[in-house]
Nanobody, 122 residues
Framework: QVHLVESGGGLVRAGGSLRLSCSVS????????MAWYRQIPGKEREWVASISVGGSTNYADSMKGRFAIFRDTAEMTVFLHTRSVKPEDTAVYYC????????????????WGQGTQVTVSS
């Protein structure tokens, strides 16, 4: 059984920074990618960033510059840092594991966390 648990969400003021964590327990391949998604109210879930076991990162075009994804492979933890958050970053942020990068897009794996709510106040 694989479990992903996100943490670090909450209420943040616009312009502030945020650090989200996702810890993985259970048996997944250490070769698998991990990623972050988010779902803004009323919209579909969207991919934010992904990272390989070797540290190669990819970001959605709209996320570049303000988001950074890190991975502690030994601890099976992935982090998402944001700086200068905006009210439009308010969303539920989800962790995903077991996916892969096909050279153009991140293909999500079957493991998802329960999500962590991030609310950015203006």
């Amino acid at each position: 059984q694989v479990h992903l648990v996100e943490s670090g969400g909450g209420l943040v003021r616009a312009g502030g920074s945020l650090r989200l964590s996702c810890s993985v327990s259970g048996s997944i391949s250490s070769d698998d990618y991990m990623a972050w998604y988010r779902q803004i109210p009323g919209k579909e879930r969207e991919w934010v960033a992904s990272i390989s076991v070797g540290g190669s990162t990819n970001y959605a075009d709209s996320m570049k510059g303000r988001f950074a994804i890190f991975r502690d492979t030994a601890e099976m933890t992935v982090f998402l840092h944001t700086r200068s958050v905006k009210p439009e970053d308010t969303a539920v942020y989800y962790c995903n594991a077991g996916g892969r990068w096909n050279g153009h897009f991140y293909l999500p794996g079957r493991y998802w966390g329960q999500g962590t709510q991030v609310t950015v106040s203006s």
